[in-house]
């Protein structure tokens, strides 16, 4: 059986596949709205980088991979749900304040769910496992930066925490599996909860990439 063919079963149809880009974009969306409105941007504004972050990482692997439109301009649902994440994080501020460092909160959740729908996308698309790794990872981090680019920020892959290491792992978790053929749905969430597990614990217990090395004289 081809890695294309792995990874059509891997999604038990497209269902699995929509629901997880679906609810990562509207995790990044939430994460995306609340970094603007603390910046203290208008609606408008809000709105732009909700959509930037929950779409951004999306867009740019549908342009690597040939898949033009990309879904998240092409597809109503992708603008719905950034949109919606965006009303609700401007009309149920005091809810999302709630949550405990809501930012950080939706975009570890939405840095799991785009590593596994970048990598199997670039699958389906019949690519090689290592373009669908590196690609899961665009897919995840991808609006992040574009987050933090605009809000004039230092981008969190270029700080020493484990951010883009998470999301290679969930990615190459999901794309090893479907190469190997280990069961479909399970090796998705396992590659899920991975990715996000690796994110939670180097914030609560503080771990980080070492520093280069500074120049000796």
Not at 52 to 75: F, M, N, S
Not at 107 to 115: K, M, Q, S
Not at 196 to 202: E, K, N
């Amino acid at each position: 059986m081809s890695v294309h063919e792995l990874a059509l079963a891997g999604l038990n149809d497209r269902t699995l596949f929509s629901f997880l880009d679906l609810a990562g974009t509207f995790a990044f969306a939430i994460s995306g709205a609340v970094a603007a409105r603390d910046r203290g941007l208008d609606w408008f504004g809000v709105i732009v980088i909700a959509f930037a972050v929950a779409c951004g990482g999306g867009v740019l692997r549908d342009l690597c991979i040939g898949a033009v439109p990309p879904a998240g301009l092409a597809d109503w649902r992708y603008l719905a749900v950034a949109l919606g994440a965006a009303l609700m994080t401007m009309g149920a501020g005091a809810w999302v304040v709630r949550l405990a460092h809501p930012v950080i909160l939706f975009d570890t959740v939405g840095l799991g769910l785009f590593a596994v729908t970048g990598a199997q996308k670039a699958l389906l698309y019949d690519h090689n496992a290592e373009v669908a790794v590196l690609l899961g990872l665009v897919t995840a981090v991808g609006g992040g930066m574009i987050r933090d680019i605009l809000l004039n920020r230092v981008p969190v892959i270029l700080e020493r925490e484990i951010y883009a290491l998470a999301a290679l792992v969930g990615a190459a978790i999901e794309v090893g599996g479907a190469q190997f053929g280990w069961m479909s749905s399970a090796r998705t969430w396992v590659a899920l909860a991975t990715c996000i597990a690796l994110r939670y614990l180097s914030l609560r217990f503080g771990w980080h990439l070492p520093r280069a090395a500074e120049p000796r004289d």
